[in-house]
């Protein structure tokens, strides 16, 4: 399948409410921080060379307020208008369920066995009301099989969709999936035959003010 995808630039929204208290969102949503906006601001500082040289890309985004918040933001940097983006369901982060507005400590301490059934089956278990990795990665497959391969596209979802679309581009191994750890200021450039990460510099982060790179999420 690698051969027939095209050009990706897919981005992370900046901080939420939530990520900063740490609870599962999914298919919830809180609003960007101050930091989530000041993070916006220097993704799409680091990401305007890039894009200018995507040449005729589609834009994309989740319909969740969070995602388009963030597009919102790197839409008046790039001198785009908002609705080039096109909503598309498809990207929506994976669902969590049962499990969304909780904590990581709440989840293993108050559902255990939910919990313990995830750790021992993390690609096919579906938490109540939620759903599998596999569910998710299947979603953005089909996702990327409606798109036109003779032009770039740019993508601004969520983690889960990060990683798994980073792992339907570099055919990595579940174990290698699992591991990947992205901050929210990290976008990459994905294509058939490469995977190009594409970090702000310090001296951008400090220069909007940011707390750093951003969070990153277990699950």
């Known amino acids: 399948m690698t051969e027939t995808l095209p050009t990706l630039l897919v981005i992370r929204h900046g901080e939420t409410q939530w990520n900063v208290a740490g609870r599962l969102q999914?298919?919830?949503d809180t609003p960007l921080t101050?930091?989530?906006?000041?993070?916006a601001q220097a993704v799409a500082v680091r990401l305007s060379e890039a894009v200018a040289g995507l040449e005729g890309a589609a834009y994309w985004v989740s319909p969740l307020g969070r995602a388009?918040?963030?597009?919102?933001?790197?839409?008046?940097?790039?001198?785009?208008p908002f609705d080039r983006f096109g909503q598309e369901p498809l990207l929506a982060e994976r669902c969590y369920g049962a499990w969304?507005?909780?904590?990581?400590?709440?989840?293993?301490?108050?559902?255990?066995?939910?919990?313990?059934?995830?750790?021992?089956?993390?690609w096919e278990y579906a938490m109540p009301?939620?759903?599998?990795?596999?569910?998710?990665?299947e979603r953005l497959?089909?996702?990327l099989k409606s798109l036109d391969r003779n032009r770039p596209h740019v993508a601004v979802t969520h983690s889960g969709c990060l990683r798994a679309l980073r792992g339907?581009?570099?055919?990595a191994s579940p174990a290698e999936i699992l591991a990947y750890r992205e901050p929210q200021t990290s976008a990459f450039l994905l294509s058939a035959s490469a995977e190009r990460v594409l970090n702000v510099p310090k001296a951008t982060l400090d220069a909007f003010g940011c707390e750093g790179e951003g969070r990153t999420v277990w699950i």
């Open 168 to 171: 339907i581009y570099s055919a």
């Open 26 to 28: 999914g298919s919830r």
């Open 141 to 143: 497959r089909a996702w």
């Open 68 to 80: 388009r918040q963030t597009a919102s933001i790197l839409a008046d940097l790039w001198s785009l």
């Open 100 to 122: 969304e507005g909780r904590l990581h400590g709440e989840i293993e301490r108050d559902l255990p066995e939910q919990y313990g059934a995830h750790a021992s089956d993390p």
């Open 34 to 39: 101050v930091n989530g906006v000041r993070q």
């Open 129 to 137: 009301g939620g759903e599998s990795r596999t569910v998710l990665t």
